[in-house]
């Protein structure tokens, strides 16, 4: 009897380590020469990487300054790093704001299914910040942690995970736009760029201020414009578990219209919508000087990457276009 239990004991935990872990070989492939490798977002690499994008350095990543290029070197490096290729000839793609030269960072990971990868998904988020900040105590600095640190570090880490597993039948883009700060300028540009190009976009989504956690009472994170797809149900569905909301005051604040997803939705009349967990009543330091580093929760940032995982895999590998349009 006592053998039984052990062998199912045992069972119990290799299903719980095959959640986490895949076999990957040197080859690059899943399962081949029996070498083990995390592909989840790991905390330590979710810290490093907030850490530098947020830190005095940077000098709050407005865009034109060296701050923010900076931040641009940082991004190419780690698509680099994570054998994510350029969509355009290099990563960047430039626009003017008058005389202000603002760079989007654009990665490319082809989809592995000859037909659906004709199909792109856009993840982004933007990796400017206003620079200063009223004066506290001497600090000027408005590092831009939550704001939005947060988005670019969980696009990066998805970036990651799926060019470490190869298991997206779509092709995605992974997208951080400059210039947000200044009026959506980035996103708006890149929209009419890729518009002009007549990719065949099935979905955008936008993740904006996700460091910091909501009430334990609501769920983990909600949607803008809720109403416009199904979104919400299907991305719910596809990871198992309620993890996107509806927040009423989003339509109060017309965040829907506020953020990157929203270019998209106007070029190309899809499911483009922006994911937040920053509720209004949960940090008090929308562009101010203490959106530090050390206001966020790393472990929130890392189980919402992770618990996102599924949610995006449903999305990037269904056989038809679920997520739809509401028309009302």
């Known amino acids: 009897m006592k053998s039984i239990k052990k062998y199912i004991s045992l069972l119990f935990l290799i299903l719980i380590a095959s959640c986490a872990i895949r076999m990957q070989g040197r080859d690059g492939q899943d399962g081949k020469d029996g070498v083990s490798v995390n592909t989840n977002a790991n905390l330590e690499s979710v810290r490093q990487s907030m850490a530098y994008l947020a ?35 290099t990563y960047r793609d430039s626009f003017n704001v008058k005389d202000i030269i603002g760079y989007n960072i654009v990665g490319y990971l082809e989809g592995n299914d000859p037909y659906l990868k004709k199909e ?14 009223k004066e506290v105590n001497g600090d000027t600095i408005a590092n831009g942690a939550n704001d939005d640190a947060s988005g670019t570090v969980a696009v990066l880490e998805w970036a990651k995970y799926f060019a470490k597993t190869k298991n997206s039948k779509r092709s995605i883009l ?22 002009a190009t007549d990719i065949d976009l099935y979905t955008m989504i ?35 578990s309620e993890i996107i909301g509806f ?34 009543t949960n940090f008090e330091y929308y562009h101010h000087v203490d959106d530090e580093t050390d206001k966020m929760d790393f472990e929130h940032m890392t189980n919402f990457i992770n ?22």
């Open 55 to 89: 830190s005095d350095e940077l000098k709050g990543r407005q865009t034109g300054t060296a701050g923010i290029e900076k931040a641009a070197v940082f991004i190419e490096t780690f698509f680099k790093d994570n054998k994510i290729q350029p969509y355009f000839k």
């Open 120 to 133: 792109f998904i856009i993840l982004g988020a933007h990796y400017d910040h206003i620079g200063k900040g």
């Open 174 to 195: 992974f997208t951080l736009y400059a210039a947000e700060e200044m009026g959506l300028k980035g996103s708006y540009h890149l929209a009419e760029r890729l518009k």
């Open 206 to 240: 936008n993740f904006e201020m996700i460091g910091v956690p909501r009430a334990e009472n609501e769920i983990m994170a909600y949607v803008s414009g809720y109403g416009k797809s199904n979104i919400a149900d299907q991305l719910n569905r596809y990871a198992g």
């Open 247 to 280: 927040l009423p005051k989003a339509k109060q604040f017309q965040l829907f219209m506020r953020s990157d997803n929203y270019p998209f939705y106007k070029a190309f009349n899809v499911p483009a919508h922006a994911i937040s967990t920053f509720d209004f």
């Open 307 to 328: 618990k996102m995982i599924p949610a995006i895999e449903g999305m990037v590998n269904v056989a038809s276009k679920e997520i739809k349009m509401n028309y009302e």
